[in-house]
């Protein structure tokens, strides 16, 4: 099941020309897409003076946030680097930028650390704090373990095979010098199972549902960590 990073990469070139339109073309992928950026947007001003890493970026979905653009597929980054013409983009691993100490005012990555093996999580971690300024901010995304918990959730593949829940990413964080600062959710409802056109309409009930006490049982978990 656990894949190693060089064939999740080989992966990823290997979809970069269709990953757009598969993954968020759709209204499902819209739906999660939307409330990934109602939360980037309360938490990244992007008029601020800060210099922001874009950690697998990919095809530059989220990387309007973003002054840099770091990804370990060249393929994947073709498309983000015609959508970001101002973003100065890197080709390197998420655990080995080669970025100097305290770089950033802020690091996030959405749809990275899911595809990995918890060890290399770790090693992400310790990067991206190496390479924040002292209370520079981590925003990562993980699926929520006590929601595939809940519905007895059966991994097939590498793929999204990586759950963690809020504690778990707290004691990660810690051995990486960090510190969980606030959390989100993402997507409560079973929206792939809903009639297409009652997803839109749904988005701000859910996104709602999803950030209140049941948060943890969202299908996938925001983090915002600071560099202590
Ligand atoms: C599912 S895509 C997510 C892209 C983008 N963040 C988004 O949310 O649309 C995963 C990306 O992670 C990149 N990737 C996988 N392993 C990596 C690693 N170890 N270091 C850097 N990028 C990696 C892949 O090349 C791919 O572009």
Request: glycine residues 6%.
């Amino acid at each position: 099941m656990e894949k190693k990073q060089d064939e999740v990469v080989d992966y990823y070139d290997t979809i970069a020309a269709t990953y757009d339109d598969s993954r968020f073309g759709n209204s499902y992928g819209r739906f999660i897409d939307a409330e990934e950026r109602r939360v980037m947007d309360r938490l990244i001003d992007v008029n601020a003076e800060e210099l922001r890493l874009d950690m697998a970026c990919g095809t530059g979905r989220l990387t309007n946030y973003a002054t840099h653009g770091l990804d370990a597929s060249d393929e994947m980054m073709k498309p983000a680097k015609e959508r970001h013409p101002s973003v100065v983009f890197t080709q390197a691993s998420a655990a080995d930028t080669g970025f100097p100490d305290g770089m950033f005012d802020v690091v996030y990555s959405f749809h990275l650390l899911m595809h990995l093996p918890e060890a290399t999580v770790g090693e992400i971690f310790k990067e991206a704090c190496r390479i924040l300024k002292p209370g520079g901010r981590f925003i990562m995304d993980i699926p929520s373990k006590k929601r595939r918990q809940l519905f007895h959730h059966k991994q097939e593949s590498w793929h999204g095979g990586t759950q963690m829940t809020v504690s778990e990413v707290a004691q990660m964080a810690a051995e990486a010098s960090l510190t969980v600062n606030r959390t989100f959710g993402i997507l409560m409802l079973p929206v792939h199972r809903m009639p297409e056109r009652m997803r839109k309409p749904l988005l701000k009930f859910d996104a709602w549902l999803a950030n209140g006490w049941l948060k943890q049982y969202s299908s996938y978990i925001v983090c915002e960590l600071v560099k202590h």
